[in-house]
């Protein structure tokens, strides 16, 4: 009765569009502690059958609960993907707290090939690298790539051979004869 799917349709009752996972368990904990509680008081009211509750029913079901959304629960579209191609690089020292940077070992090879003006995914096919569109957005969302496409662009643009220079004195000069 306390499951995941009644406990969000009663959230939802409540005006709650999208109920996060730890509001979720906690209705499912008060809904039970709630039937615990009205079944000690008041037992008559209820079949023997529904009385007798086993002790570990309600921590396995917040078990399940856990095992399909862990703490830390990412929803990262890359992350999947680098790890069964093996480029996803691990950034070394001590973690920081938040989510963890996704970065492939080809990130910057790509964004070097984009600073000419070349789209992401000719970019990618260019390099042999075949993701789905999804990927492809998380991928331009994705900060460390966009720092280092970011930082490539700027290079490329503070190259003498991007901008047109004035030319010197002499070579004025020379042009006139």
Same mark, same amino acid.
């Given at each position: 009765m306390?499951?995941?799917?009644?406990?969000?349709?009663?959230?939802?009752?409540?005006?709650?569009r999208?109920p996060?996972?730890s509001?979720v368990?906690?209705?499912?904990?008060?809904?039970?502690?709630?039937?615990?509680?009205?079944?000690?008081l008041?037992?008559?009211?209820?079949?023997p059958r529904?009385v007798?509750?086993?002790?570990?029913?309600?921590?396995?079901?917040?078990d399940?609960?856990?095992?399909?959304r862990?703490?830390?629960?990412?929803?990262?579209n890359?992350?999947p993907?680098l790890?069964?191609?093996?480029?996803?690089?691990?950034?070394?020292?001590?973690?920081?707290?938040? *989510?963890?940077?996704?970065?492939a070992?080809w990130?910057?090879?790509?964004?070097?090939?984009?600073?000419g003006?070349?789209?992401? *995914?000719?970019?990618?096919q260019? !390099?042999?690298?075949?993701?789905?569109?999804?990927?492809?957005?998380?991928?331009?969302?994705?900060?460390?790539?966009?720092?280092?496409?970011?930082?490539?662009?700027?290079? !490329?643009? !503070?190259?003498?051979?991007?901008?047109?220079?004035?030319?010197? *004195?002499?070579?004025?000069?020379?042009?006139?004869?």
């Amino acid at each position: 009765m306390c499951d995941e799917d009644v406990a969000r349709a009663a959230l939802r009752a409540l005006g709650l569009r999208n109920p996060s996972p730890s509001l979720v368990e906690n209705w499912i904990r008060a809904n039970r502690a709630e039937l615990e509680q009205q079944s000690a008081l008041a037992p008559e009211f209820f079949s023997p059958r529904s009385v007798e509750l086993p002790a570990a029913a309600p921590s396995t079901d917040v078990d399940d609960f856990r095992r399909k959304r862990p703490r830390g629960y990412s929803k990262s579209n890359l992350d999947p993907v680098l790890r069964e191609q093996g480029t996803l690089e691990k950034p070394g020292g001590v973690r920081k707290p938040g *989510r963890p940077p996704v970065r492939a070992t080809w990130f910057e090879a790509v964004a070097r090939s984009m600073v000419g003006g070349t789209t992401l *995914r000719e970019a990618l096919q260019r !390099h042999g690298i075949t993701l789905d569109k999804r990927q492809i957005r998380a991928l331009y969302r994705n900060k460390e790539f966009r720092r280092l496409y970011q930082e490539a662009r700027y290079k !490329h643009q !503070h190259e003498d051979s991007y901008f047109k220079k004035r030319l010197t *004195r002499e070579e004025r000069f020379r042009r006139m004869l």
